[in-house]
C-alpha cells in the first residue's frame, strides 16, 4: 500500500489560479505571477477553491519538494493580494552616501569616498524608492525584490578594511 503526500492551498475569493501542465498562474489585485513549478512524481491540481499539492510517492525527498512547492504557490498568492517590501538603511559615518536609480539599476557615489561609482542590478516586477536615508524595495514576486535588496546590500559590501569600524553600507531593517 502506498501511501500518498498532498498539501491544500486556500484560495483567495480574489485571486484566479490556473495549472496548465507544470505552469502555475495567479492573478490578483497587485498583478500576475507565472511560474513553472515541476518535480518527478508530484503533481499540481485545481480543486473548486483550493490547490492540491500531492505525491504519490512517500519518500523524504518528495515530501519536502511537496512542502517546497506549496511554499512557493502561497509565496506567489500573497505576492498578488498583499505585494512584498523591503526596507533598507543607508548607514555611513565619514562619506555621505548618494544615490540614484536608473532604469534597471541602482547608482552608489562616493561609498568610503571612492570615486569610480558602485552599482546595484534591479530587477524587472520590482520598484526602489529612494529615500533620505532609506530604500524601499517594492514588488509582488518575492524572489524578485529579495534578489534586489540583496544585490543592493552586496554591493556595497566593504572590502579591505576593518568591518568593525567601516560599518558603512545599506543594510535590510524591515521585511513586509
Do not use: W
Not at 511537496?66 to 517590501?85: D, P
Amino acid at each position: 500500500m502506498v501511501k500518498e503526500i498532498a498539501r491544500q492551498i486556500e484560495i483567495p475569493k480574489e485571486v484566479a489560479v490556473t495549472v496548465d501542465g507544470n505552469t502555475v498562474t495567479v492573478k490578483g489585485p497587485k498583478g500576475e505571477i507565472s511560474r513553472q513549478l515541476s518535480y518527478p512524481e508530484i503533481e499540481i491540481r485545481k480543486e473548486e477553491s483550493h490547490l492540491v499539492v500531492n505525491s504519490k510517492l512517500d519518500r523524504k525527498r518528495q515530501r519536502a519538494m511537496v512542502g517546497t512547492l506549496a511554499a512557493h504557490i502561497c509565496n506567489m498568492i500573497k505576492g498578488v493580494t498583499e505585494g512584498y517590501e523591503y526596507k533598507m538603511k543607508v548607514v555611513y559615518s565619514h562619506f555621505p552616501i548618494q544615490l540614484k536609480a536608473a532604469a534597471d539599476e541602482l547608482i552608489i557615489n562616493n561609498f568610503l569616498g571612492e570615486r569610480k561609482p558602485r552599482s546595484a542590478k534591479i530587477l524587472p516586477g520590482t520598484k526602489v524608492n529612494l529615500g533620505k536615508d532609506e530604500v524601499v524595495i517594492t514588488g509582488i514576486d518575492k524572489e524578485r525584490v529579495g534578489q534586489t535588496m540583496a544585490n543592493i546590500e552586496q554591493a556595497t559590501r566593504v572590502r579591505g578594511f576593518d568591518i568593525r569600524i567601516f560599518q558603512d553600507g545599506i543594510y535590510l531593517v524591515d521585511k513586509r
